[in-house]
């Protein structure tokens, strides 16, 4: 009977700490480019990210018949930031072209430093971008 009692909480103890620690909120920042407009959409899923940059501006321009956007972070905080991103095009359909290719990318983003991030459309059929920026933390 002891050895059951010392069995259930052993079990009991391990779930605890499991529901705990797996609670990584891995949503990030967003910013949706309509090329053919001109609007700009950000929106920032999460809370620890909101807090720690900021999207100053977002410009956007055509280089040989692809669509090109500049977006330009800042870090709002004192210290280094890890970040992951990745820059998604899509057609007039919302449909994303050529997703496989488009991997997330590494940015350290020093204290109280601006970076700009830039992605070329691999399609003339590419009308809109979205910048998802992930903590690195949270990523792995």
Known sequence: MKRMTTL???VLL?????ALTGCV?????TVTTDHMTGSSLV?????????QIQILKVNYDEVNGL????ITLQSSKHRRLRLNYRIAWFDANGMEVD?????????ILEGRDTV???GLANSPACVTSKLR???LEAAD
Do not use: Q
């Not at 929106?43 to 807090?51: A, I, V």
């Not at 997703?99 to 940015?107: D, E, G, S, W």
């Open 133 to 135: 920026v992930r903590d």
């Open 25 to 29: 909120e891995t949503a990030g920042t």
């Open 116 to 118: 700009t991030v830039t």
């Open 43 to 51: 929106m920032e899923d999460s809370t620890r990210l909101r807090d």
């Open 67 to 70: 669509k090109r956007v500049h």
């Open 14 to 18: 391990t779930a605890a700490l499991a």
């Open 8 to 10: 259930s909480g052993a």
């Open 99 to 107: 997703a496989a290719t488009k991997t997330y990318r590494n940015l």
